[in-house]
């Protein structure tokens, strides 16, 4: 059974950093695609990063996370990371990790199988 748990949110001033991990068991995340995802009170769940698979390890970033965000891959602990900086308040939102096969759009959340919980955002002066 797939189970992947996201961890590391909070609350963050302006202009601070966070790192979000998604860790997984029943899967090793090296073989497939993982995206981060997030959703905003009132708003759809919008992509916001993606790591390819380890044989290509390609990325990807929505255009308002990009520069300030990045996404990695540690293969010995089976985690997939989001380093967050330079943090806005638009940033503020629920995260999500999932994972799907690689191949059509990146973004679309259909993509993707299966998905974590969910650690808050709150970036808030």
């Known amino acids: 059974q797939v189970q992947l748990v996201e961890s590391g949110g909070g609350l963050v001033q302006p202009g601070g950093s966070l790192r979000l991990s998604c860790a997984a068991s029943?899967?090793?995340?090296?073989?497939?695609?993982i995206a981060w995802f997030r959703q905003a009170p009132g708003k759809e769940r919008e992509g916001v990063s993606c790591?390819?698979?380890?044989?290509?390890?390609?990325?990807y970033y929505a255009d308002s996370v990009k520069g300030r965000f990045t996404i990695s891959r540690d293969s010995a602990k089976n985690t997939v990371s989001l380093q967050m900086i330079s943090l806005k308040t638009e940033d503020t939102a629920v995260y999500y990790c999932a994972v799907g096969p690689a191949y059509g759009f990146w973004s679309l959340s259909r993509n993707y199988e299966d998905w974590g919980q969910g650690t808050q955002v709150t970036v808030s002066a």
């Open positions: 790591i390819d698979p380890s044989s290509s390890g390609d990325t």
């Open positions: 029943g899967l090793f995340l090296d073989y497939y695609r």
